[in-house]
């Protein structure tokens, strides 16, 4: 029942009296309002969450993360390039370094041509950077948002992406990054495709780590995200189940279309809290920094900026688990990096000399 037709008969005289289109007028400002507090709420919210000073403890613990793109393994980069590489990473907290060795196919193989100096490229690096690991980041789209991609719910395919996960260890890589998306909340068929892939990973001494979605923000808002078919959100419960099941897990914590800094910040501030209350004390937890430039609906790259990251996880860190030591970040990535985002990073991370 709306405002207006809750109003006592005496209070419906002031409304008589206006004109027809004044009316109107006072209507459309009344269901503007009643639409927009919600919002204006959340993102007072956001700002509060932005407010304060970071821990001066709250920086990099040497356990931060790098996503390369796909020129490392198909030829484009060679052994200097790994050698600027390595000597770039001595001033930064990364040691893992997530590079991009696929796509799967739709049945969750993967061809091996897709990768041919993948042996090359982990050889190079184990020699300039022996204290830098690289693990093999396979990803795919997956059903049914995009029904020409991966179904999970095929026993055949989740064997496969755990069969592909083999076939890059076998090239030396240190371990395994899966990043599939869209993932629905809740999805049982990642969950084991998780499962058997660990089999893999840990019969080799090998590591599995896993991209996620952003946690909801709100109650259930998962389910919204769902029923519009496009899922944004996993529920914490869901990213807990997830956390358990891997050794590394990196939150997409971007492409929120956030309008500003403070409100983008607040919003990381809040991705990083939830996810240290769901990550598992033996399980490494990083949140991912926008380093990339694309302008869209879910993103603007002047909101979105590695500065407003890097000082939301240090206000979320040091709220909920100061003496989390298992905890990092990751950039993304290597090949959209400015120089601005390394010294955002290098500043109010690494040196945390910023707030």
Same mark, same amino acid.
């Given at each position: 029942?709306s405002?207006?037709a809750?109003?006592?008969?005496r209070?419906?005289?002031? &409304?008589?009296?206006l004109?027809?289109?004044?009316?109107?007028? +006072?209507?459309?400002?009344?269901?503007?309002?009643a639409?927009?507090?919600?919002?204006?709420?959340?993102?007072?919210?956001?700002?509060?969450?932005?407010a304060?000073?970071?821990?001066?403890?709250?920086?990099?613990?040497?356990r931060?993360?790098? &996503?390369?793109?796909h020129? &490392?393994?198909?030829?484009?980069?060679?052994?200097a390039?790994?050698?600027?590489?390595?000597?770039?990473?001595?001033?930064t907290g990364i040691?893992?370094?997530?590079v991009?060795?696929?796509?799967?196919e739709?049945?969750?193989t993967?061809?091996?041509?897709?990768?041919?100096?993948a042996?090359?490229l982990?050889?190079?690096?184990h020699?300039?950077a022996?204290d830098?690991?690289?693990?093999?980041w396979?990803?795919?789209?997956?059903?049914?948002?995009?029904?020409?991609?991966?179904?999970?719910?095929?026993?055949?395919?989740?064997?496969?992406?755990?069969?592909?996960?083999?076939?890059?260890?076998?090239?030396?890589?240190a371990?395994?990054?899966?990043?599939?998306?869209?993932?629905?909340s809740?999805?049982?068929?990642f969950?084991?495709?998780?499962?058997r892939t660990?089999?893999v990973?840990?019969?080799?001494?090998?590591l599995?780590? +896993?991209?996620?979605?952003?946690?909801?923000?709100?109650?259930a808002?998962?389910?919204?995200?769902?029923?519009?078919?496009h899922?944004?959100w996993?529920?914490?419960?869901?990213?807990?189940q997830?956390?358990?099941?891997?050794?590394q897990?990196?939150?997409?914590s971007?492409?929120?279309g956030?309008?500003l800094?403070?409100?983008?910040?607040g919003?990381?501030?809040?991705?990083?809290?939830l996810?240290?209350?769901?990550?598992?004390?033996?399980?490494?937890?990083l949140v991912g920094?926008?380093a990339?430039h694309?302008?869209?609906?879910?993103?603007?790259a002047?909101?979105?900026t590695?500065?407003?990251?890097?000082?939301?996880?240090r206000?979320?860190?040091?709220?909920?688990?100061?003496?989390?030591?298992?905890?990092?970040v990751a950039?993304y990535?290597?090949?959209?990096?400015?120089?601005?985002?390394w010294?955002?990073?290098?500043?109010? &991370?690494?040196?945390?000399?910023?707030?």
């Open positions: 029942m405002t207006l809750t109003l006592p008969r209070g419906w005289r002031w &409304w008589r009296r004109p027809r289109l004044r009316r109107a007028g +006072v209507a459309l400002l009344l269901v503007l309002a639409l927009l507090t919600p919002v204006a709420t959340a993102a007072l919210a956001l700002r509060l969450a932005y304060g000073e970071p821990r001066a403890d709250a920086r990099s613990r040497g931060d993360a790098l &996503w390369l793109g020129a &490392w393994v198909d030829g484009r980069k060679g052994e390039d790994v050698a600027a590489l390595a000597a770039s990473l001595r001033s040691r893992d370094l997530y991009h060795a696929g796509p799967l739709h049945d969750g993967l061809h091996a041509d897709l990768h041919p100096q042996a090359r982990v050889e190079q690096l020699r300039a022996p830098v690991r690289a693990h093999a396979l990803g795919d789209l997956v059903a049914p948002e995009k029904p020409e991609g991966l179904h999970l719910d095929r026993p055949e395919v989740r064997a496969a992406i755990a069969a592909s996960a083999g076939q890059v260890l076998d090239a030396g890589f371990g395994v990054h899966l990043d599939l998306e869209p993932l629905h809740g999805d049982p068929g969950l084991d495709v998780l499962d660990r089999a990973t840990a019969a080799r001494g090998a599995l780590s +896993v991209s996620t979605p952003k946690i909801d923000p709100l109650p808002l998962h389910t919204v995200g769902g029923l519009a078919g899922p944004r996993w529920s914490q419960a869901y990213f807990g997830v956390a358990r099941r891997v050794d897990v990196a939150v997409m971007y492409d929120t956030m309008p800094p403070s409100l983008y910040g919003y990381v501030a809040q991705q990083t809290a996810a240290l209350e769901a990550t598992p004390e033996r399980v490494d937890l920094l926008p990339y694309d302008n869209g609906v879910n993103h603007r002047s909101a979105e590695v500065a407003a990251a890097v000082r939301g996880v206000l979320g860190l040091g709220r909920t688990d100061p003496g989390r030591q298992r905890f990092g950039l990535v290597d090949f959209a990096a400015t120089p601005g985002d010294a955002a990073y290098r500043t109010g &991370w690494v040196g945390a000399g910023g707030s």
